[in-house]
């Protein structure tokens, strides 16, 4: 040490890292975006599509996010998985993404994998059971209230542990429309807010 003269030591915080997985609009992508902006501490890394057309894209363009189109091959393939390991998230986020996640990305990142379910699962849920197919069965079930489940994923749809579940009421004049425009609400509300609470933790 230098007589005289104090050392000051800077560490940088590093942000952790999120990576998306969408293939349609997106509308939860963003209120993930829009919510984590202005973070120094939580980011969007990337967004990751297996739809060419996915309007996600068009979102992530707003928010400076960089995006990349994956085809079935390469997802269930080693080019996923070292995408991953490259990237090394600390938290993978399934919103509105419509293909299963590999067995050997689920193994990697236990615990790690999260998805948003438009129902209060066990109802509704397992393969083909995703946007209006979930709206539309909860109309038909007579059920009156609907939500949803912000659950972990493992190698099973929709069986993973639970972390997080809301619910609304459905009423009879409901239609599955009016049911889904109620879990949107929902999904926008509490999804980024429980990202941050796993981060954070």
Known sequence: ??????????????????????????SNAEAIMRHFDSSTKIEVSSIISN???????DRAKRFRVPCLWMDKNSFESDVVLDFFLTEQPDL???AGFLWK?????????????????????????????????????????????????????NEYYDEGGFIFQAQVEVVPADTADTIAQKVHQLEHKHFPVIIEQLLTQ
Do not use: C, W
């Open 1 to 26: 040490m230098i007589r005289g003269l104090s050392v000051i030591l800077y560490f940088k915080i590093m942000s952790k890292k999120i990576v998306i997985l969408a293939s349609g609009d997106g």
């Open 51 to 57: 739809n060419r057309q996915a309007g996600v894209f």
């Open 92 to 94: 993978i986020v399934l």
């Open 101 to 153: 996640i590999p067995a050997s990305l689920v193994q990697t990142f236990p615990n790690k994998i999260i998805n948003i379910h438009p129902a209060l699962l066990p109802k509704f849920g397992g393969k083909g059971m995703y946007g209006a197919h979930v709206h539309r069965a909860v109309k038909e079930s007579g059920d009156t209230n609907t939500g949803i489940t912000i659950h972990y994923v």
